[in-house]
């Protein structure tokens, strides 16, 4: 499948004439483009909005570069093309640039194993490699998670170290190695510490000399603290509702999985190298792109696309795309290259509702007109329709899905559904009979509700399934099959759990509607019981509201009582807490 992906996607990239010159289009060119794009950012175009920077090129000349909305609402600064924004995740290709560039010079494998260059990484039941790592595909727990169920909050400063401190107290991986595909940013923040040791200097410095400086990407660097002043930035907001906005505090102070400060256009510069291969040339751009394969012999996917160093190999109405979107506090941030059209874009947004994705895709439309396949229906986009009560009482009920639980009940005067989101009750637009929008502020997401696994050809089969629809990709949930507890049932549980590689522990108590989670610092968790499907006449699954815990499962000893949990959640499985007796 390497392979494969490489031969799908390199001949076009590879083979474009390299004009190492970068240069603007003339202004006719510009300002037809102008009537076409900038309409699709008039709602961003004003003083008290935050909004977008987009930037295009195409045959190595930028042919449009605008600013929409404000940079910094207190100040009412607008966004221009030199504002500079955080891309979050599209930082991931630079640092596996990085590693790849030491590669070439023969001073690491990309099949090494971690703790060749970092010793004080924990030795797994399995070893992880710097490409797994690169992959998603290690196993290695993502420290987001785990410094939320660990009692952090987002606004807190987060550093390298503590990172390093996380990592040194972990004992098991999500799963073995190359048998699945989780997104770890810790497995890029491990990537930039290996970048420093091999190459003797600091990430930010590494990236400025071996990539910035030669793309002449004057206007970008890595940003290690959050104390560091950035002129000419964007602050970050996200939706208060009625037109209002509120500040979203970012205090990240590491690096390697984020922390690319950056512009529209020299994303673009970046995205050009693609053309040019002017940094790492062809071998090393080639290794970038190479999607692994899982021991299953199934291609890893992240978002609906295979994904390979910090890239996403994507298609577009019929096009192939090269890219990956970021997502951090109020930034949101999509850059894509089309290599089939030579073609170059950066959508940069300061709203947590931008949407740079579905923007970055409609400018492609006007840039290509007559060059793509017919698009696609895009279902958020029906018309609402209206469900039968019947239909609608089908699916009431509470579910497990990507953000957490939630339950649906039925609105019958619209016929339609609200969500049941930990108390906040979101109405959901029906697009079909199975099928709804919802909105969840930052972003839309489709859900499809259908019958169990083995029932899917039967239409009045009970329905147990629910499909989450977002950003490229569809993620499983599954109807719950709740109990309640009695209090003697209850008692079984109640305690102290303790977690070795967090080094926190929480309390499970009892209440009036059942078991609680009682955390220091995320307040109380009311937690759902699922019967059991096995000899055990106990519940053994339970679920946690977001964003703490999608499933709990407590193990038993051999007398029957119960010696701990195992937590999952979104990037993170089978966290260990134990039963602890407190003095």
Known sequence: MTRLIARIFLPALLLIPQAMQVGRADSGQTAALERQIAPLFAAWDRKDSPGMSVAVMQHGKVIYSRGFGSAQLEYAAPITPATIFNVASVSKQFTAMSILL??????LSFDDEVQKYLPWVPRFAYPITLRQLANHTSGVRDHQQLFTLAGWWSGDVVTMD???TLVKHQRELNFPPLTDTLYSNTGYDLLADV????SGMPFEQFTQE???KPLGMSHSHFHTSHKELVPGRAYSYTPAGHGQWRKAVMNDSYYGSTGLFTTAEDMLLWLDNFRT?????REVIARLLQAPVLSNGKPSIIFGAPYAAGVSLNQYRGT????QGGVEAGFRAEIDWFPEHDLAIAVLANAANGDPQGNLRRIADVVLAGQLQPAPEDPLQRQPVRVATQRLESYAGTYNWYFGTVTFVPDRAQGTLVADISGSKLPLTAVSEREFVVDLGSLKALLRFGPGAGDRANDTAPVETLEVSFAGGTHPGRRLHLVSLTGSDMVRYVGSYYSPEL?????IGSGARGLILQHHRQGDIPLLAEKSSGPNPFPVLFAG???FAQRIQFETAGDGHIRGLRLSGITVRNLWFQKVTLP
């Open 102 to 107: 030491l590669e070439a010079e023969g001073r």
């Open 162 to 164: 503590d990172i390093r």
């Open 195 to 198: 970048v420093t040791a091999v």
């Open 210 to 212: 071996r990539i910035f």
């Open 277 to 281: 291969l002017k940094v790492g040339g």
């Open 320 to 323: 192939r795309m090269i890219g």
């Open 503 to 507: 080094r926190t522990s929480f309390e």
């Open 545 to 547: 509201g977001p964003p």
